[in-house]
Structures are given as C-alpha cells and as structure tokens.
C-alpha cells in the first residue's frame, strides 16, 4: 500500500444556531401573532407588519431574540459589536405549502422562531452548500454524506426554537405535508458598535 496514512481537517466551519425561549412565549402572544393581517408571497403567507417584534404585545419575545443574538455574537462570533433585530415578521405555510431556495440581503443573520405548535410532519428547513448553478454536479450517496461533502443539510425545527443562521445561506423550506398550517417568525439583524482601525482608516462607526 503506497498511502502510509492520510488525514482531513476541516479548514472553516458553517455553523446554525438553535435557543430555545419557550419561557418568553405566552398564549396571547401567539394569538396576537396568528391575529396579524396576513398577505400573499408568492407561495407563503407574510404579515402584512415587517416589524412585528416592535409591537409592544411581543416585547418579551423580542428581548429573549436579543439576548439569543448577544450570546451568539459574544460565544459563536466573539465579537464585541451588539447585532440587533431590523425587520421582523410572521409567515404561515399552508398544507401543501413550502417556500423557494433564496437567502437574505442587507442582512448579517437571520433567523426563524417557531411560536406555535408545529404540524406534524415538520418541514424541514434545508440549507445548501451552493449559492448558484453547478455545471459539475458531484454529490455523494445520501448515506455517505458528511459536513465535508454534503450538497444540503436539513435543519428540523421545534416548538419555541430561535434558529440563527448566516444570511447570505441559500435556504428553503420544505413542503408543508400536513393538514395543518406551520406558523412562524422570521427576522433580520445588522450589528451596531465599531468597526476597523482608526489609524488604518478602515474605521467605521454604526
Ligand atoms: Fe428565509
């Protein structure tokens, strides 16, 4: 055998987030979510509201998402800029319902809260590696797959999950195959604080 050993490292890593906040969502509060005027969008349903966690009715929601985002930004990012949450908004798929592969402009993370009770199958939220067309096209054997290798990965959400994630993933949400809507809040998030060097002049305050 002329190969001695051999060896793989990964040499950067994607990750996605998941907190749970079940303890800062009241009954009410997914009442007033489900109560929100809902607009079409292409295949889902968006509410009509784009700032839905600056209503005050959600305000312990949204203050367990900024915690979720400080402690993403101090243990996963450590960094000492502040993200913080600019449009946030609830969607529904109905039965039959999914939502196409894009990702998210003028955005750091985004994120998905799963408010309610979830249908049953859950959709799965499902990331890909690739951002645009592949002419050469070689994936491994579904069984075979790995972090290193795999085209997809699928995120299986649950009730009173905040899922974080980098914007610019290509994402999609699988078909809804239940009989029953699947209700959710998605949001995105910029960063405030400094950024660069003075002396270097790639300072820039936001
Ligand atoms: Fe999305």
């Known amino acids: ?30 009442k ?4 929100l005027k809902m607009v079409n969008n292409m295949e889902n349903l968006i509410s009509e509201n784009l700032y839905i966690f600056q209503e005050p009715e959600l305000k312990s929601i949204g203050d367990a998402v ?17 993200l913080y949450v600019t449009q946030s908004w609830s969607l529904i798929c ?3 319902i999914g939502m196409h592969g894009h990702s998210h402009s003028n955005s750091i993370l985004s994120g998905s809260l ?12 499902v990331f890909t590696r690739h951002v645009s067309y592949q002419q050469i096209d070689l994936p491994p054997a579904a069984e ?22 980098s914007s610019r ?15 959710s809040i998605a ?9 660069g060097n003075y002396r270097a002049v790639t300072e820039l305050a936001l």
């Open 66 to 82: 900024q915690e979720v985002l400080d402690i993403y930004a101090r243990d996963v990012l450590c960094i000492p800029q502040k």
């Open 32 to 35: 007033f979510i489900q109560g």
């Open 94 to 96: 109905k039965p039959g």
């Open 144 to 165: 075979k797959r790995n972090v290193f290798n795999t085209p997809i990965t699928r995120v299986i959400p649950k009730q009173n999950d905040v899922i974080l994630f």
């Open 1 to 30: 055998m002329p190969v001695v050993s051999h060896e793989v490292h990964p040499l950067f890593a994607e990750p996605y987030f998941r907190a749970n906040i079940g303890g800062s969502i009241t009954a009410e509060q997914i």
């Open 114 to 125: 799963y408010y309610a009770p979830l249908p049953s199958p859950p959709s799965g939220m």
């Open 187 to 195: 949001f995105n998030t910029f960063v405030r604080g400094k950024l």
């Open 169 to 183: 993933l290509t994402h999609l949400v699988e078909q809804n195959q239940s009989d029953a809507p699947r209700h």
